[in-house]
Protein backbone atom coordinates (compact mmCIF):
# COMPACT_ATOMS: atom_id res chain seq x y z
CA UNK A 1 0.00 0.00 0.00
CA UNK A 2 1.44 3.43 -0.99
CA UNK A 3 1.11 6.46 0.93
CA UNK A 4 -1.87 8.32 -0.12
CA UNK A 5 -3.63 4.81 0.12
CA UNK A 6 -2.35 4.27 3.60
CA UNK A 7 -3.65 8.18 4.47
CA UNK A 8 -7.08 7.81 2.76
CA UNK A 9 -7.45 3.98 5.00
CA UNK A 10 -6.51 6.14 8.20
CA UNK A 11 -9.05 8.98 7.15
CA UNK A 12 -11.83 6.26 6.33
CA UNK A 13 -11.19 5.21 9.62
CA UNK A 14 -13.04 8.58 10.98
CA UNK A 15 -15.45 8.17 7.93
CA UNK A 16 -15.90 6.80 4.20
CA UNK A 17 -14.54 8.85 1.06
CA UNK A 18 -16.14 8.96 -1.91
CA UNK A 19 -13.56 9.12 -4.63
CA UNK A 20 -14.25 12.89 -5.62
CA UNK A 21 -13.69 13.55 -1.75
CA UNK A 22 -10.71 11.96 -1.56
CA UNK A 23 -9.53 13.65 -5.00
CA UNK A 24 -10.02 16.81 -3.42
CA UNK A 25 -8.35 16.00 -0.28
CA UNK A 26 -5.31 14.21 -1.67
CA UNK A 27 -4.55 17.52 -3.94
CA UNK A 28 -3.37 19.46 -1.17
CA UNK A 29 -1.15 17.24 0.58
CA UNK A 30 2.72 17.71 0.26
CA UNK A 31 4.89 14.85 1.02
CA UNK A 32 8.28 15.60 2.83
CA UNK A 33 10.97 13.75 3.93
CA UNK A 34 12.84 14.76 7.46
CA UNK A 35 16.07 13.48 8.97
CA UNK A 36 16.66 12.12 12.18
CA UNK A 37 16.35 15.05 15.00
CA UNK A 38 15.04 17.90 12.29
CA UNK A 39 12.59 19.79 13.98
CA UNK A 40 9.35 20.11 11.98
CA UNK A 41 8.22 23.03 14.65
CA UNK A 42 10.22 24.62 17.07
CA UNK A 43 9.01 26.47 20.26
CA UNK A 44 7.95 29.87 19.48
CA UNK A 45 6.74 29.22 15.41
CA UNK A 46 3.59 29.25 14.74
CA UNK A 47 2.33 25.94 13.28
CA UNK A 48 1.02 25.53 9.82
CA UNK A 49 0.65 21.99 8.99
CA UNK A 50 -1.13 19.07 10.12
CA UNK A 51 1.26 16.22 9.31
CA UNK A 52 -0.03 12.34 8.76
CA UNK A 53 3.15 10.12 9.53
CA UNK A 54 4.06 7.58 6.88
CA UNK A 55 7.31 6.12 8.28
CA UNK A 56 9.59 6.82 11.21
CA UNK A 57 9.22 8.05 15.00
CA UNK A 58 8.37 11.91 16.13
CA UNK A 59 8.62 13.40 19.19
CA UNK A 60 6.60 16.41 20.92
CA UNK A 61 8.53 18.21 23.74
CA UNK A 62 9.32 21.23 25.56
CA UNK A 63 12.21 23.12 27.41
CA UNK A 64 10.99 23.84 30.97
CA UNK A 65 13.91 25.61 33.39
CA UNK A 66 16.24 23.86 30.74
CA UNK A 67 14.52 20.60 31.47
CA UNK A 68 13.76 19.08 28.53
CA UNK A 69 10.18 17.34 28.59
CA UNK A 70 8.86 14.42 26.48
CA UNK A 71 5.10 15.52 26.20
CA UNK A 72 4.26 13.00 23.29
CA UNK A 73 5.69 10.38 20.66
CA UNK A 74 4.12 9.88 17.38
CA UNK A 75 4.31 5.99 15.46
CA UNK A 76 3.69 5.40 12.04
CA UNK A 77 0.03 6.21 10.66
CA UNK A 78 -0.71 8.51 12.97
CA UNK A 79 -1.93 12.34 12.57
CA UNK A 80 -0.04 15.05 14.72
CA UNK A 81 1.21 18.66 14.65
CA UNK A 82 1.51 21.33 17.34
CA UNK A 83 -2.15 21.47 17.65
CA UNK A 84 -2.58 24.23 19.45
CA UNK A 85 -0.62 26.30 17.80
CA UNK A 86 -2.09 25.55 14.87
CA UNK A 87 -5.49 26.25 15.86
CA UNK A 88 -4.83 29.69 17.61
CA UNK A 89 -2.06 30.68 15.52
CA UNK A 90 0.27 31.58 18.43
CA UNK A 91 3.54 30.83 18.83
CA UNK A 92 3.89 26.81 19.79
CA UNK A 93 5.30 26.38 23.64
CA UNK A 94 6.89 22.89 22.35
CA UNK A 95 9.22 21.63 19.57
CA UNK A 96 7.99 18.75 16.78
CA UNK A 97 11.14 16.74 16.47
CA UNK A 98 12.19 13.98 14.51
CA UNK A 99 13.50 10.70 16.29
CA UNK A 100 14.29 8.80 13.32
CA UNK A 101 14.18 9.55 9.32
CA UNK A 102 10.19 10.19 8.21
CA UNK A 103 8.62 10.86 5.62
CA UNK A 104 5.01 12.64 6.02
CA UNK A 105 2.39 13.72 4.29
CA UNK A 106 1.81 17.14 5.13
CA UNK A 107 -2.02 19.79 5.03
CA UNK A 108 -1.24 23.75 4.63
CA UNK A 109 -3.10 25.30 7.67
CA UNK A 110 -4.55 27.33 4.26
CA UNK A 111 -5.34 24.63 1.95
CA UNK A 112 -6.79 22.30 4.75
CA UNK A 113 -9.49 25.37 5.97
CA UNK A 114 -10.57 25.67 2.51
CA UNK A 115 -11.14 22.63 2.03
CA UNK A 116 -13.83 22.72 5.00
CA UNK A 117 -15.17 25.70 3.40
CA UNK A 118 -16.09 23.39 0.41
CA UNK A 119 -16.62 19.95 1.83
CA UNK A 120 -18.36 19.02 5.10
CA UNK A 121 -17.07 15.46 5.23
CA UNK A 122 -13.53 16.92 5.68
CA UNK A 123 -14.63 19.55 8.33
CA UNK A 124 -16.26 16.29 10.01
CA UNK A 125 -12.95 14.44 9.69
CA UNK A 126 -10.94 17.46 11.20
CA UNK A 127 -13.38 17.71 14.06
CA UNK A 128 -13.34 13.94 14.64
CA UNK A 129 -9.69 14.03 14.28
CA UNK A 130 -9.96 16.99 16.99
CA UNK A 131 -11.96 14.89 19.15
CA UNK A 132 -9.64 12.03 19.27
CA UNK A 133 -6.89 14.11 19.98
CA UNK A 134 -9.30 15.55 23.35
CA UNK A 135 -9.48 12.38 24.61
CA UNK A 136 -5.94 11.05 24.19
CA UNK A 137 -4.48 14.11 26.16
CA UNK A 138 -7.17 14.25 28.84
CA UNK A 139 -6.59 10.30 29.47
CA UNK A 140 -3.39 11.10 30.06
CA UNK A 141 -3.78 13.95 32.06
CA UNK A 142 -6.37 11.78 34.40
CA UNK A 143 -3.18 9.28 34.05
CA UNK A 144 -1.03 11.56 36.12
CA UNK A 145 -3.72 12.99 38.25
CA UNK A 146 -5.30 9.46 39.45
CA UNK A 147 -1.70 7.19 39.58
CA UNK A 148 1.85 6.46 40.70
CA UNK A 149 5.38 6.41 38.36
CA UNK A 150 4.78 2.62 38.48
CA UNK A 151 1.23 2.79 37.32
CA UNK A 152 2.11 4.88 34.42
CA UNK A 153 4.82 2.78 33.27
CA UNK A 154 3.11 -0.23 33.30
CA UNK A 155 0.18 0.87 31.63
CA UNK A 156 2.51 2.28 29.26
CA UNK A 157 4.20 -1.07 28.74
CA UNK A 158 0.51 -3.12 28.17
CA UNK A 159 -1.16 0.08 25.73
CA UNK A 160 2.43 1.03 23.53
CA UNK A 161 5.19 -1.66 24.02
CA UNK A 162 6.90 -0.13 21.02
CA UNK A 163 7.29 3.14 23.22
CA UNK A 164 9.48 1.11 25.47
CA UNK A 165 11.53 -0.39 23.01
CA UNK A 166 12.12 1.95 20.59
CA UNK A 167 12.42 5.24 23.11
CA UNK A 168 15.51 6.05 25.17
CA UNK A 169 15.13 5.63 28.63
CA UNK A 170 15.81 9.81 29.34
CA UNK A 171 12.84 10.45 26.64
CA UNK A 172 10.99 7.74 27.98
CA UNK A 173 11.53 9.31 32.04
CA UNK A 174 10.40 12.47 30.92
CA UNK A 175 7.15 11.34 28.97
CA UNK A 176 6.35 9.70 32.52
CA UNK A 177 7.78 12.59 34.61
CA UNK A 178 10.26 11.20 36.75
CA UNK A 179 13.79 10.89 36.42
CA UNK A 180 15.53 8.12 34.35
CA UNK A 181 17.18 6.60 37.92
CA UNK A 182 13.85 6.09 39.14
CA UNK A 183 12.67 4.61 35.43
CA UNK A 184 15.54 2.28 35.59
CA UNK A 185 14.47 0.79 39.20
CA UNK A 186 10.61 0.53 38.12
CA UNK A 187 11.87 -1.53 34.96
CA UNK A 188 14.16 -3.86 37.13
CA UNK A 189 10.79 -4.48 39.51
CA UNK A 190 8.47 -5.23 36.59
Do not use: C
Not at 4 to 10: D, G, S, T, V
Amino acid sequence: MNQYEQLRQRLSDFTPLTDDQWDRFSSIVEPVAYAKNAFLVEAGQVEQHIYYLVEGMVRLALNQDGKDISIDFVFSQNLFSAYSSFLSQQPSAFNVQTLTDVRVLRFSRTHLLSLYDESHQAERIGRLIAEQAFLRKTSREVLFLTSTARQRYVQLLDQNPQLVQLISVKHLASYLGIEPESLSRIRRSV
